[in-house]
């Protein structure tokens, strides 16, 4: 049996073209149903028709079987064999597998800045978590920030619920599309898409400015998110001068892109790659196959493309995985393409290194154990730290609840820049890589 880790479009597509291909699969998902992040909604009528379609398929495939609301906390390889240590309501079951499909999908990216802790302050993904899974508008008054096109669907999504937008503030310049006019172009539905969001802007009379970053959270007399400091910031997000304002809200949803979920591809060992824009992914063939035989990624953890081209991969991982020797050219010519369009579109939102420049001595940076930049910086020059990996034995940053998913990547930037050492520099790698998957109780470690 092929099994399936994760119900976004990577893992339903590979599903689907693996149960059709003849084989028998198990789908493993996290959440209550299919969807994944792209398709996150509370029932399948509120889905779009892509979606609603795709579900119903996977849903009604007779050699496909559910494990919903089963949460993977760690998974073993060996001798060819992967074994899937699950939880399901507090109760723990072990599945084992030679052909294991990965679809763990991505989180938001966050950078630390002064006042990121203050409630009120959120990613654009808990927002639209909020809003599509739940139908809560998470604040009255929001500022969204940060970089990336998932700021636009997050800003339209809130001013039709009804929110007032304060600001949409872009970090990158409005140019930033300009080198990539043609791989644009060659992207018909991508550009319908853009020009789509630009009406919807207009019609919510939501004013986006590029080159504008939130560098600062303020808090009231509550301790609640009150206001936000704006600047206008370089190509390399360093702070202009004189370009400060400060604008009121409740909420600020600020978020720099995606993160792959490589949580249990590091349990399993596969290979990992560092990206030039510094982004970890899981290192595949052009079947999707990692450095361990018999597991597959498909998705956003092979390095960040979207809904589209993760579905294309989790179809060529399912058939592969399935044993079809006839992978149709027509999907790795999609592949290329999409692929394509996913590299333009993270040349077109870099994250500038100066967002280091907007840290103070007191910023916290891991905030599962309240680190501070000055601890991170005080484990290098006094105790020794040479990389990521011994500053976070020396701080314990990274080794609370949300065991670095949050502060990771900051947190490994932050130590590379001060050790001088980027370049032979694999301790962000390392540092994607944890033995436990996601937490567990210690009742629930000794029932497993
Ligand atoms: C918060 C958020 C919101 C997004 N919204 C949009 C959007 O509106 N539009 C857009 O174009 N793109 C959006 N994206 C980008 C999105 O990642 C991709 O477009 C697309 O969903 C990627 O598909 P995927 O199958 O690779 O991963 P996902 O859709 O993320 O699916 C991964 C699935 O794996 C499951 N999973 C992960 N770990 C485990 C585990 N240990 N055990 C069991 N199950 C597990 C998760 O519950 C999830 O359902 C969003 C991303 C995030 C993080």
Redesign the pocket.
């Known amino acids: 049996m092929i099994i399936v880790?994760?119900?976004?479009?990577?893992?339903?597509?590979a599903a689907l073209s693996a149960a059709q291909a003849n084989s028998k699969v198990m789908v493993?998902?996290?959440?209550p149903r299919?969807?994944?992040?792209?398709?996150?909604h509370s029932s399948v009528e509120h889905l779009d028709q892509d979606g609603a379609k795709l579900v119903s398929a996977v849903m009604s495939h007779p050699n496909i079987e559910f494990l919903f609301n089963?949460?993977?906390?760690r998974a073993d390889y060996r001798d060819g064999e992967s074994t899937l240590h699950?939880l399901i309501f507090g109760k723990s079951r072990e599945l084992t597998t030679k052909k294991l499909i990965l679809?763990?999908?991505?989180?938001?990216r966050t950078l630390p800045f002064p006042g990121w802790d203050i409630p009120g302050v959120m990613?654009?993904?808990?927002a639209?978590?909020l809003l599509?899974g739940s139908g809560i508008v998470a604040g009255k008054r929001i500022v969204i920030a940060g970089t990336g096109?998932?700021l636009l669907?997050?800003s339209v999504?809130l001013a039709k619920a009804g929110a007032q937008i304060a600001g949409l503030y872009e970090a990158n310049s409005r140019n930033r599309w300009f080198p990539h006019a043609l791989t644009v172009m060659r992207n018909a539905p991508k550009l319908r898409l853009a020009l789509s969001f630009q009406r919807e802007l207009k019609r919510y009379q939501l004013r986006f400015r590029g080159g504008y970053a939130v560098v600062e959270a303020l808090k009231g007399d509550e301790g609640l998110l009150e206001a936000v400091r704006v600047a206008k910031v370089d190509k390399e997000f360093g702070i202009m001068a004189n370009s400060e304002f400060v604008i009121k809200c409740d909420v600020l949803a600020v978020g720099w892109g995606?993160t792959a979920?490589l949580?249990?591809a590091g349990n399993l060992g596969v290979e990992f790659k560092k990206d030039s824009d510094g982004s970890i992914s899981v290192v595949v063939d052009q079947f999707q196959e990692t450095s361990l035989t018999g597991v597959f990624a498909?998705?956003?953890?092979t390095g960040?493309?979207?809904?589209?081209l993760?579905?294309v991969?989790?179809e060529i991982a399912g058939l592969t995985a399935a044993g079809n020797v006839n992978r149709p050219k027509r999907l790795h010519r999609l592949k290329k393409r999409k692929a394509t369009f996913a590299r333009a579109l993270s040349a077109a939102y870099p994250v500038g290194n100066k967002w280091m420049e907007w840290l103070r001595e007191s910023t916290i940076i891991c905030r599962c154990e309240e680190v501070s930049l000055s601890e991170v910086e005080k484990s290098i020059s006094n105790l020794g730290a040479t990389d990521a990996r011994s500053a976070k034995l020396l701080t314990r940053a990274g080794m609370g609840l949300c065991q670095g998913r949050i502060c990771g990547r900051s947190f490994a930037d932050i130590v590379e820049s001060r050790t001088g050492n980027v370049a032979n520099d694999e301790s962000s790698i390392k540092f994607a890589a944890r033995p436990i998957?996601?937490p567990i109780t210690f009742e629930e470690l000794a029932g497993s």
């Not at 990613?123 to 808990?126: S, Y």
């Not at 498909?298 to 953890?301: N, R």
């Open positions: 880790v994760g119900g976004g479009p990577a893992g339903m597509a493993v998902e996290a959440g299919l969807g994944g992040q792209y398709w996150r089963a949460r993977i906390w699950v679809a763990t999908g991505a989180f938001d990613t654009p993904g808990a639209q978590s599509k096109p998932f669907p997050v999504g995606f979920d949580s249990l498909a998705g956003e953890l960040i493309g979207g809904a589209e993760a579905q991969e989790g998957a996601s």
